[in-house]
C-alpha cells in the first residue's frame, strides 16, 4: 500500500510546481495578449491560478478567464461546441491561439466535489432540465473520442495499475469494476458535455446562468453526463431527475460514478491532485461496497 504521507507530499510538492509554472506564464502571457483586450482585465494586477497542470492552464484576471492549452484542438471543439449548444455558455471575447479568453459567468457553481452544495433544490433542477436542452439538440459533427470497447480496455488498465501499484485494496477495485461494466451497455449518443462536474455548472439562485468548459464535448452516453454532475452528490440525484424529465436509468449512472473514479484516479495523483481527499473519488468508491 503506498504510504499516504509520501503520497500526500507528491501530491502537494506537484501542485505547487504547477502553480509556480502557472504564474510564470501568465507572466509571459498578459503582456503579449494585452493590446486591445478590456479595461476590466487591463486594469487589474491580481492573476488567479484556477487550475494548474502540466496540460491546461486557466487564470483569472478580473472578470475575465484565460484557458491555455497544450493541445488547441481542445480549444477548438470548446469554441464550437458552446456556439452549438442549446444553452447559456460564456462569452468569448477573444482568441490568440494558445489563449482562449471568456468572460465569467454570473452566480457561483453549484458546488464542489467532496463538499456540501449550498444550492437549492430547484437549482439542481434547473441544471437538469438544461442537461435534457443540451441532450436534446442535433448531434456535433465530431464523434465521440472513445468506443466503448476501448473504454473498457483503459478501464481494465487504470484498475490493474490501481491494485499493483497499492493505491486501493484489491476487493475495492474489483467491486467497483464489476459495477462499472453496467455504463459499458449500447447507447444512442447525444450532444454531451464530456465532462459536466459540479464545478462547471453556474447558478444564480434557482436559475442556471451557464456552463463552461466544453473542450470534452462529443457524441456520447447521456448517462454520463448525468453521473458526471451527481458524482458524490448522490443526494441530489434526484433533484437532477426530476429536471431531466424521463429516461433516466439510476443504474448506469450508478455504473458510471464507478467507472469515472476507477479511470480518473491515476490521472489525479500524477497532476497534483488528492483522489482521497473526502467525499472525492476514493470516497465515492467505498461507497459502492
Not at 112 to 135: C, D, K, N, Q, Y
Request: charged content about 20%.
Amino acid at each position: 500500500m503506498v504510504d499516504q504521507q509520501s503520497a500526500s507530499v507528491a501530491w502537494s510538492t506537484k501542485a505547487t510546481q504547477d502553480t509556480r509554472w502557472a504564474r510564470v506564464c501568465c507572466r509571459l502571457i498578459i503582456p503579449v495578449t494585452a493590446v486591445g483586450i478590456p479595461a476590466t482585465m487591463a486594469d487589474v494586477e491580481e492573476v488567479e491560478v484556477v487550475v494548474a497542470h502540466s496540460e491546461r492552464v486557466t487564470l483569472r484576471v478580473g472578470d475575465v478567464f484565460l484557458k491555455i492549452d497544450a493541445d488547441q484542438t481542445n480549444i477548438d471543439v470548446e469554441v464550437e461546441a458552446m456556439a452549438l449548444a442549446p444553452v447559456p455558455t460564456p462569452e468569448i471575447l477573444w482568441r490568440k491561439p494558445p489563449v482562449l479568453a471568456i468572460a465569467a459567468l454570473p452566480g457561483t457553481a453549484l458546488g464542489r466535489l467532496g463538499e456540501p452544495s449550498t444550492a437549492s433544490p430547484a437549482a439542481w433542477a434547473a441544471a437538469g432540465a438544461a442537461i435534457r436542452l443540451l441532450h436534446d439538440a442535433p448531434l456535433p459533427p465530431w464523434p465521440g473520442r472513445r468506443s466503448r470497447d476501448e473504454i473498457a480496455a483503459h478501464l481494465d488498465r487504470e484498475c490493474e495499475w490501481l491494485i499493483t501499484s497499492g493505491v486501493l485494496p484489491a476487493d475495492l477495485v474489483t467491486r467497483n469494476r464489476e459495477i462499472a461494466e453496467a455504463a459499458l451497455r449500447p447507447w444512442t449518443p447525444v450532444f454531451t458535455h464530456g465532462d459536466l462536474q459540479i464545478t462547471h455548472v453556474f447558478v444564480d439562485g434557482d436559475k442556471l446562468t451557464g456552463i463552461i468548459d466544453w473542450s470534452e464535448a462529443s457524441q456520447g452516453d447521456a448517462m454520463f453526463d448525468l453521473a458526471s454532475l451527481t458524482l458524490g452528490h448522490e443526494e441530489h440525484l434526484a433533484d437532477v431527475a426530476a429536471g431531466y424529465g424521463t429516461d433516466v436509468d439510476l443504474d448506469a449512472i450508478r455504473a458510471w460514478w464507478s467507472l469515472r473514479s476507477l479511470l480518473a484516479s491515476r490521472w489525479l495523483i500524477e497532476h497534483g491532485f488528492d483522489p482521497n481527499s473526502p467525499g472525492c473519488e476514493f470516497d465515492v468508491l467505498r461507497s459502492r461496497m
